[in-house]
């Protein structure tokens, strides 16, 4: 059975600290990894991460996937508030072409002024 | 582009009680899933759909159904309505399935008194 855990599992830090989140999986058929940021409503897609040890950059953000060790980071550089969310690491599952995911149970991140 | 549209944005229903949350997407995407959130796991797959006339059960798709009769909706009904089914429910949809990434809709937040 696949599986995508994330951790930690909530995480409190001040602007302008760095943090590092965690996914690992157990998947029959690695295809891609996914991270998303949800705030108040719909998550929104961040990063798409196929090729292992290859980083995704994004302003402040990035990621980097390392097959190896079935894992990814996110790590978010000098926080700000309007980083607090809750981050959604995925993959999708199943056989081609269904558009199914399995997701973490997500890390909540508060950053405090 | 209004991208995926759920309505209501939130629902009171009583226990036994059926109804039809809606979805909608204007991108031509062919592949559209439903997911609950609960806290402390993350998003879970209930029904998803490949394309019009094509539908599949997800990891928790008891006590809903679905059907998809065109392209651009995907309303999932709830036939009895019971307190476990209280959850935040999200729509998505993805033109590709393991290599493009899902695009969410608001969310419907539903309690089952």
């Known amino acids: 059975e696949d599986k995508v855990v994330q951790s930690p599992l909530s995480l409190v830090v001040h602007e302008g600290d760095t943090v590092t989140l965690n996914c690992s999986y157990e998947?029959?058929?690695?295809?891609?990894l996914l991270w998303y940021k949800q705030e108040k409503k719909a998550p929104t897609f961040l990063f798409m991460l196929t090729s292992s040890g290859i980083e995704k950059k994004s302003g402040r953000l990035s990621s980097i996937l390392d097959k190896k060790e079935l894992s990814s980071i996110l790590n978010i550089t000098a926080t700000q508030t309007g980083d607090s969310a809750i981050y959604l690491c995925?993959?999708?599952?199943?056989?081609?072409?269904?558009?199914?995911?399995?997701f973490g149970q997500g890390t909540t991140l508060q950053v405090k002024p | 582009n209004a991208g995926v549209t759920q309505t209501p944005k939130f629902q009171v229903l009583k226990t036994g009680q059926s109804m039809t949350l809606q979805c909608a997407q204007d991108?031509?995407?062919?592949?559209m899933s439903w997911y609950r959130q609960d806290p402390g796991m993350g998003l879970r797959l209930i029904h998803y759909s490949v394309g019009a006339g094509i539908t599949d059960q997800g990891e928790v798709p008891n006590g809903y159904n679905v059907s998809r009769s065109t392209t651009e909706d995907f309303p999932l009904r709830l036939l009895s309505a019971a307190p476990s089914q209280t959850s935040v429910y999200f729509c998505?949809?993805?033109?590709?399935?393991?290599?493009?990434?899902?695009?969410f809709g608001d969310g419907t937040r539903l309690s089952i008194l």
């Open positions: 995925a993959h999708p599952y199943g056989s081609s072409n269904t558009g199914k995911l399995i």
């Open positions: 991108m031509n995407h062919e592949y």
């Open positions: 998947v029959t058929n690695f295809r891609s």
């Open positions: 998505a949809s993805s033109q590709g399935a393991t290599r493009q990434p899902q695009h």
